[in-house]
Nanobody, 119 residues
Framework: QVQLVESGGGLVQPGGSLRLSCAASGYILSIYSMAWYRQAPGKQREEIAS???????NYADAVKGRFTISRDNAKNTVYLQMSNLKPEDTAVYYC?????????????WGQGTQVTVSS
């Protein structure tokens, strides 16, 4: 059984910062890519940042220059440092990990954490 636990969401004022974490536990053989998605009310879930097993990151244009994704392979954890937050960043944020477990390779999703940017 694999579990992903997200933390770090909350309410922040425009221009503020938050750091999200997503920790995976269980019998994990390998972690390939790690990614963060978000879903705002009435909108589709969108990928905003990803990081390959090599450590190479990619960002959506909407967050480039403001968000930083990183990973700690020893802790099976991916982070999202969010700075200069804007009201349009308000959404539920989800992590997704591409994992290899005992019976194959598959994607696992976190439970989601709410980020609200408001004054």
């Amino acid at each position: 059984q694999v579990q992903l636990v997200e933390s770090g969401g909350g309410l922040v004022q425009p221009g503020g910062s938050l750091r999200l974490s997503c920790a995976a536990s269980g019998y994990i053989l390998s972690i390939y890519s790690m990614a963060w998605y978000r879903q705002a009310p009435g909108k589709q879930r969108e990928e905003i940042a990803s990081i390959a097993s090599s450590g190479s990151p990619n960002y959506a244009d909407a967050v480039k220059g403001r968000f930083t994704i990183s990973r700690d392979n020893a802790k099976n954890t991916v982070y999202l440092q969010m700075s200069n937050l804007k009201p349009e960043d308000t959404a539920v944020y989800y992590c997704k990990l591409d994992l290899r477990i005992w019976n194959g390779r598959t994607d696992y999703w976190g439970q989601g954490t709410q980020v609200t940017v408001s004054s």
